[in-house]
């Protein structure tokens, strides 16, 4: 059983923060910037709540489907900066987007996460008759955990949401999920609760940073080498699951890290850049939301169509990585 995307919706905060923005505090310039990551510019929440943001593109998303959103039965949001530890956001956005007959959970697979939640809902669609609607919410603003004097990781991030409704479907769809844990101190970010005064090296060495308290610490070299593998890996396995070649494939939408990892993927897949839908240099990298937000770009200008087969791959924190080739 597949799964058929009914409705899509995005939404990112209207604050832009270029290249040249970062220079005011950090030794960097919009040269290094552009050309070591392919990033541009990226939105920035202010003080906008991230379950806003997943709001505004979930009731988006719902209008797109032209469904009821007293008929979604799950509401699954993923996200690494949610506003809360408790409630989910899922919760919440259950509530704002009127989804009053929906179960509701978080689930955090990272920068994967959009993919291990459309492989969730598809097994919920497929084990409950009752279920006919998911939606899925990816909100991020990475902008609230960033170490702002790291010049390696505060300029690759940026914030926004996407949503999709989806409903059960026979069209094609093959996913994969993994993770490998032994990379997980490559790239983290400790619980607010954790007090500056104790010191967690020395205490409880568990093996990770502590970057300013909370925020995030990424080793880029490691992710950057782990990234430009199991991009190109992900794909052989879902091609190797669905008997779909590389040439069948209309569009490969990778999550947007760094557009020289997705260049390194095309060239090892054997595929031009032409057939990878690539926004980063506009949203920077939004962890979850990154893949829906391009894919959601992509429908409405028109460049994803309808019967079209697209490769979704994600990779981040975790180690996770994983992919969906789906029929859109
Ligand atoms: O969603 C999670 C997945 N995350 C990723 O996929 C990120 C993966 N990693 C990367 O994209 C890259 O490793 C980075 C963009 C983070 C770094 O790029 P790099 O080409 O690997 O640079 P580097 O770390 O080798 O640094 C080269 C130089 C260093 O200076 P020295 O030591 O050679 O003097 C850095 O200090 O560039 C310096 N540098 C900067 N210079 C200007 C690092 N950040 C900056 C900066 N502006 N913002």
Known sequence: MGINIVGMGSYVPEQKFTNDDFARFVETNDEWIRTRTGITERRMAGWEPTWYMGTQAGLRAIEDAGISPEDIGLVIATSVTPDFLTPSMASVIQDKTGAVNAAAFDLNAACTGFIYAIDTARRFLETDDDLKYVLVVANEALSRFLDFEDRSSCILFGDGAAAAIVEKSDKLYVSH??????????????????????????????????????KLYQNGKEVYKFATQVLPKSFEILSEKSGIKKEEVDWFIPHQANVRIIETAAKKLGVSMDKFIVTLDHYGNTSSASIPLALCEAVENGTVKRGQKLAMIGFGAGLTYGGVLLEY
């Open 177 to 214: 999920l993994a993770s490998d844990g032994s990379g997980a101190s490559h790239l983290c970010a400790r619980s607010l609760n954790i007090a500056p005064e104790v010191k967690v090296e020395s205490d409880f060495d568990d093996g990770f940073r502590t970057n300013g308290l909370h």
